[in-house]
């Protein structure tokens, strides 16, 4: 059994589906059900036995202390984090005490209970941190891209609580032996995107008739990654990597985000035209650039080719088509998720 924490979230679910397509291991799902929590990404999971929803916050001590004694899982993945830079930007303190306070109790339940295993369950028992990019800062248009070795430079309140979760993870290991594994990853993409990042907004107000919000000038680059290519890189950590080490997953898919929106209207145009016949990218309107947005990510994900064998299954090409045509299939997925408080927020933040 492995216990994995914030997987009602985008990847966290798409992480749980996957896996639990693929292997009859059963999973305790351990989420707070935060606005980017959504159980509806679940719902095929609703009568599957070898899933176990708790509701619950990894900053509870004692109830993770309890779900670790009661189940014994031989692992332990931490989706669990406050995502968002924009939202970052306007109430850091939920992302100090999620990503920093949280994941710290996380780690002290763990540590006491991997204190308790047997030496056999020790040796195989595993702590994966699912981290981002971000935490690396910025690039100049020619430098290489981040890789495990670029020293940390965050740039907003989000990646500097994830900074500080992912030096708290590495520290457990080094102070306690405490047998974890860090993922760093681009910019993910695909199925149940909470439509308050680049590629579900843009699809959803295109959809609705609405302006498609631009920062700046557009040409902020970000490596694109499938979402169901990074879980299959989460698999293959768990399965083989290296106890202390961190591992890159990018999509080798830099672009910039004008570029991605161009796109996306493209595919719209094709698959669900406007009535009025004219293209969607006549909705494109710039906004305000956000305080202190970093320019270009890119990962340099050679490590885990070399070292574990993986490498991303879709191009940019392929992926973005898919979630296109999820986004149209699943429209009442979109609905339920974007309340009046989603509405108020992104009124807030895309101002011309």
């Known amino acids: 059994m492995i216990l994995v924490t914030g997987s009602a979230g985008f990847i966290g679910s798409n992480f749980v589906l996957d896996w639990l397509?693929?292997?009859?291991?059963?999973?305790?799902?351990?989420?707070?059900?935060?606005?980017a929590g959504n159980l509806d990404n679940l719902v095929s999971l609703k009568n599957d036995a070898r899933h176990i929803f708790v509701h619950g916050d990894?900053?509870?001590?004692?109830?993770?202390s309890q779900l670790l004694a009661e189940h014994q899982p031989r692992a332990v993945i931490n989706f669990a984090a406050e995502s968002h830079v924009d939202r970052s930007i306007h109430g850091p303190e939920d992302f100090i005490q999620t990503n920093i306070v949280g994941t710290f109790h996380l780690l002290e339940a763990v540590r006491a209970y991997y204190g308790q295993l047997g030496k056999e369950a020790q040796n195989n028992f595993r702590f994966l941190h699912v981290s981002t990019d971000e935490v690396y800062g910025s690039l100049a248009k020619d430098d290489p891209a981040f890789a495990e070795t670029n020293r940390y430079e965050p740039n907003s309140p989000y990646s500097a609580s994830k900074a500080a979760s992912d030096h708290l993870v590495r520290a457990y290991h080094h102070t306690y032996g405490l047998p974890?594994?860090?993922?760093?990853?681009?910019?993910?993409?695909g199925p149940y995107h909470f439509p308050e990042k680049l590629i579900p907004l843009v699809i959803h107000n295109a959809l609705g008739g609405k302006p498609l919000p631009i920062y700046g000038d557009g040409q902020q680059i970000r490596d694109w990654l499938y979402v169901k290519d990074h879980c299959s890189a989460i698999r293959r950590v768990l399965e083989a990597g290296t106890v202390g080490e961190v591992y890159n997953v990018g999509g080798w898919n830099e672009k910039a985000n004008l570029d991605v929106v161009h796109t996306l209207c493209a595919i719209l145009d094709e698959l669900s035209p406007r009535t009025d016949g004219k293209p969607y990218k006549e909705q494109i309107t710039y906004v305000k650039d956000r305080p202190g947005h970093d320019r270009r990510y890119a990962i340099d994900a050679s490590k885990i080719e070399r070292e574990l064998g993986w490498k991303p299954a879709e191009t940019f090409e392929t992926g973005i088509k898919k979630t296109v045509k999820w986004y149209l299939d699943n429209q009442a997925w979109v609905k339920n998720v974007t309340s009046g408080a989603y509405q108020n927020w992104v009124g807030k933040q895309y101002k011309a």
């Not at 397509?21 to 606005?35: F, G």
């Not at 990894?58 to 993770?64: A, E, H, R, S, Y």
């Not at 974890?180 to 910019?187: H, P, Q």
Request: proline share 3%; net charge negative.
């Open 21 to 35: 397509a693929q292997s009859d291991e059963p999973v305790i799902n351990l989420d707070a059900l935060t606005y």
């Open 58 to 64: 990894i900053g509870n001590f004692q109830l993770v």
């Open 180 to 189: 974890v594994l860090t993922t760093n990853c681009s910019n993910n993409y």
